[in-house]
């Protein structure tokens, strides 16, 4: 059995797929098939695309009223107000809107002004959500599903080549992992996790067998005025980036949690570590001081079989 590599390039980052198999046709049919659903989710959900269904879902938004959802859409959502309620509100999917005001491109602060007219269209709460149907009745708000999507495709493409007879590999997504099973001799996937501010540096080596491991951080799309660094992890109350974690990194079953805990985690700023903690996931984090915590700082190396 032999280890075959598919980098590529989706969800605006790198990515690839690497896969154990027999033949390199078998894994070439297993990999084509994730690739084409992590595709689909792409041109189904990006806000970036008018052609998208989220794009049809903001179009009535804007305007306020009502849609009909497919059952896909309609369990990411019913996830989505898990999340909300979870977090005490802080995992917002409304709050993409704010990066209107943020230019991560640019050295410049938005007007808080600008920021707090975006915030009184954030919110769950305003509008109404009863499957199959969505409702807007405040005009003008938009959806964001960048922090549920990414990981879920994670899931599903690892889930899409177990399906085709492959039981050892990993799907990577932009650092967000799923492991579809040990290496082909048993030993697990070792998998390192960048340092927020020193790019070439690892703050820990993890050994996985199984489960998922995702991140959050100003790690690239940030931008550092006065000494002080701006992420894009935003705080839907304030509409300012969160200040007190610089990332987090959580290990879980399945990437879609560990995404959104890890997102969490950095929203809940000082009481992030506790959160984080009380959640009972191997976690790491770093706050904007360079404290290094959590549950996966022992020295050496972590190995885990999650699941």
Same mark, same amino acid.
């Given at each position: 059995?032999?280890?075959?590599?598919?980098?590529?390039?989706?969800?605006?980052?790198?990515?690839?797929?690497?896969?154990?198999?027999?033949?390199?046709?078998?894994?070439?049919?297993?990999?084509?098939?994730?690739?084409?659903?992590?595709?689909?989710?792409?041109?189904?959900?990006?806000?970036?695309?008018?052609?998208?269904?989220?794009?049809?879902?903001?179009?009535?938004?804007?305007?306020?009223?009502?849609?009909?959802?497919?059952?896909?859409?309609?369990?990411?959502?019913?996830?989505?107000?898990?999340?909300?309620?979870?977090?005490?509100?802080?995992?917002?999917?409304?709050?993409?809107?704010?990066?209107?005001?943020?230019?991560?491109?640019?050295?410049?602060?938005?007007?808080?002004?600008?920021?707090?007219?975006?915030?009184?269209?954030? #919110?769950?709460?305003?509008?109404?959500?009863?499957?199959?149907?969505?409702?807007?009745?405040?005009?003008?708000?938009?959806?964001?599903?960048?922090?549920?999507?990414?990981?879920?495709?994670?899931?599903?493409?690892?889930?899409?080549?177990?399906?085709?007879?492959?039981?050892? #590999?990993?799907?990577?997504?932009?650092?967000?992992?799923?492991?579809?099973?040990?290496?082909?001799?048993?030993?697990?996937?070792?998998?390192?996790?960048?340092?927020?501010?020193?790019?070439?540096?690892?703050?820990?080596?993890?050994?996985?067998?199984?489960?998922?491991?995702?991140?959050?951080?100003?790690?690239?799309?940030?931008?550092?005025?006065?000494?002080?660094?701006?992420?894009?992890?935003?705080?839907?109350?304030?509409?300012?980036?969160?200040?007190?974690?610089?990332?987090?990194?959580?290990?879980?079953?399945?990437?879609?949690?560990?995404?959104?805990?890890?997102?969490?985690?950095?929203?809940?700023?000082?009481?992030?570590?506790?959160?984080?903690?009380?959640?009972?996931?191997?976690?790491?984090?770093?706050?904007?001081? #360079?404290?290094?915590?959590?549950?996966?700082?022992?020295?050496?190396?972590?190995?885990?079989?999650? #699941?």
């Amino acid at each position: 059995m032999k280890l075959y590599r598919f980098p590529f390039n989706a969800m605006g980052t790198a990515c690839e797929i690497q896969l154990y198999a027999a033949t390199e046709t078998k894994a070439g049919r297993a990999v084509d098939a994730a690739i084409a659903d992590v595709q689909r989710l792409e041109s189904f959900y990006s806000r970036y695309r008018e052609s998208s269904f989220l794009s049809e879902i903001n179009r009535v938004a804007a305007k306020g009223g009502s849609i009909i959802v497919d059952n896909e859409t309609a369990g990411l959502l019913d996830y989505a107000e898990t999340c909300y309620r979870e977090s005490d509100e802080l995992f917002d999917i409304t709050s993409g809107i704010l990066h209107h005001a943020w230019n991560f491109k640019s050295d410049q602060l938005p007007d808080e002004a600008v920021i707090q007219g975006l915030l009184d269209r954030v #919110g769950w709460h305003k509008l109404r959500w009863a499957s199959p149907i969505l409702k807007f009745p405040l005009p003008g708000m938009e959806l964001d599903l960048g922090g549920v999507v990414k990981e879920y495709a994670v899931d599903r493409a690892a889930t899409i080549c177990w399906n085709r007879g492959i039981q050892h #590999g990993m799907v990577n997504l932009g650092g967000d992992i799923k492991i579809i099973g040990p290496h082909a001799d048993g030993s697990p996937w070792r998998i390192g996790i960048r340092h927020p501010r020193y790019p070439d540096t690892l703050l820990q080596t993890l050994e996985l067998y199984s489960g998922a491991l995702a991140s959050s951080g100003d790690y690239e799309r940030c931008i550092t005025i006065n000494s002080i660094r701006y992420g894009h992890v935003l705080n839907p109350k304030t509409g300012w980036p969160a200040r007190r974690m610089a990332a987090v990194s959580v290990v879980g079953d399945f990437c879609v949690i560990a995404g959104s805990a890890s997102t969490i985690g950095m929203l809940k700023e000082h009481q992030g570590k506790d959160w984080l903690e009380d959640l009972g996931l191997p976690h790491l984090w770093v706050d904007v001081d #360079g404290h290094i915590g959590g549950s996966l700082t022992e020295e050496g190396e972590n190995v885990l079989e999650i #699941g």
